[in-house]
């Protein structure tokens, strides 16, 4: 998998080779320290293999060590990163607990690397239900566990013949393998939620600062412009979110081919003011790099106090007002 630094984020190293030309640029400085603090996250964006935990489990691992090294705070991987996406009949076979040897070796890459990682995976629940799920883990412990609310089912999806849905959108404190002083409030979407206003909101409602989106998206619809219909949504969905809530969006879809069908990758970094600031043009394996500053956040809410502003307590009156009638047929 290779490395990669976005231009507005890590600054690479630079080459101090004896023998490079006189009129070589002069290497650029490293950024000041942002005094609201900063942290550099990593997105995988990865190929898993169907149903082939221990060698997806295996390539977690090194990319994980690797992200460490790169001085990231949190790795995030793509939807089912553990486990590949199209399993059907595969689901009850390649399904984990919190407590299987294959979670253990993550939260010990958490508490040995000093890093977060967000992984994706089908996960058992104590009444053999399964669900589509990605865990945060920090320090060694599961801080947080997102279960997919919306399984798309239309098209070539076919989730919810074989996983169970999720019932609720909760933010968290994410701990950023302590890699920052400063509190910041996160909250995991996958892949479909994205789709559904409501889901965004609700986190938005919980404060967050980081909205975390791994996904599974493969290429469809008509090409607009250079890219597949899909991507071009997506594009507008994470700028959208990102704008109206304030908040940074951190999306890493997979890349590779199953059964015939292609994932576009795409993954990226988008500011709170709806920029994207670090992006992977195609669909390859590879580790994007880049720092988030705490700073850009108060900018935003400065300059856009759309937070400050909503109107929640109209919202819940409109929405009582709606389920009452709804009650009433």
């Keep these: 998998m290779v490395l990669e630094r976005s231009r507005t984020g890590v600054i690479a190293g630079v080459d101090g080779a004896a023998d490079a030309a006189v009129d070589a640029p002069a290497p650029k400085a490293e950024p000041a320290p942002d005094p609201a603090g900063s942290v550099t996250v990593a997105l995988a964006q990865f190929y898993p293999r169907l149903g082939d935990v221990a060698t997806n489990l295996a390539a977690h691992l090194t990319t994980v060590a690797g992200a460490a090294a790169a001085g990231a705070g949190l790795v995030v991987f793509p939807e089912l990163s553990i486990t590949g996406y199209f399993l059907k009949d595969q689901v009850p076979e390649v399904a984990l607990t919190v407590d299987s040897p294959e979670v253990g070796a993550l939260r010990a890459a958490s508490r040995e690397g000093g890093i977060d990682i967000v992984a994706g995976l089908i996960l058992e629940s104590d009444q053999h239900r399964f669900y589509n799920a990605s865990l945060y883990l920090s320090a060694g412990e599961i801080t947080h566990v997102h279960r997919k609310v919306y399984l798309p089912t239309y098209g070539l999806f076919d989730e919810q013949r074989y996983v169970?849905?999720?019932?609720?959108?909760?933010?968290?404190?994410?701990?950023?393998?302590?890699?920052?002083?400063?509190?910041?409030?996160?909250?995991?979407?996958?892949?479909?939620?994205?789709?559904?206003?409501?889901?965004?909101?609700?986190?938005?409602?919980?404060?967050?600062?980081?909205?975390?989106?791994?996904?599974?998206?493969?290429?469809?619809?008509?090409?607009?412009g250079e890219a597949v219909g899909t991507a071009s949504s997506?594009?507008?969905?994470?700028?959208?979110?990102?704008?109206?809530?304030?908040?940074?969006?951190?999306?890493?879809?997979?890349?590779?081919?199953?059964?015939?069908?292609?994932?576009?990758?795409?993954?990226?970094?988008?500011?709170?003011?709806?920029?994207?600031?670090?992006?992977?043009?195609?669909?390859?394996?590879?580790?994007?790099?880049?720092?988030?500053?705490?700073?850009?956040?108060?900018?935003?809410?400065i300059a856009y106090p759309l937070l400050r502003d909503e109107r929640n307590?109209?919202?819940?009156?409109?929405?009582?007002?709606?389920?009452?009638r709804h009650a009433r047929g």
């Design 164 to 224: 169970a849905a999720g019932d609720r959108f909760r933010a968290f404190d994410a701990p950023l393998g302590g890699r920052t002083g400063h509190t910041w409030r996160a909250g995991i979407l996958i892949c479909e939620d994205l789709w559904h206003p409501s889901a965004a909101a609700l986190l938005a409602r919980q404060g967050v600062d980081l909205v975390i989106c791994p996904s599974a998206s493969p290429g469809r619809g008509q090409l607009q």
């Design 234 to 301: 997506y594009d507008v969905m994470t700028r959208t979110y990102a704008q109206l809530f304030t908040t940074y969006v951190l999306y890493c879809n997979r890349s590779g081919f199953e059964d015939g069908v292609g994932f576009w990758g795409g993954s990226r970094v988008v500011d709170p003011v709806g920029a994207v600031v670090a992006e992977v043009r195609g669909a390859h394996e590879t580790l994007l790099v880049h720092r988030l500053e705490r700073s850009a956040i108060r900018r935003a809410r």
């Design 313 to 324: 307590d109209v919202n819940d009156a409109e929405t009582d007002r709606l389920r009452r």
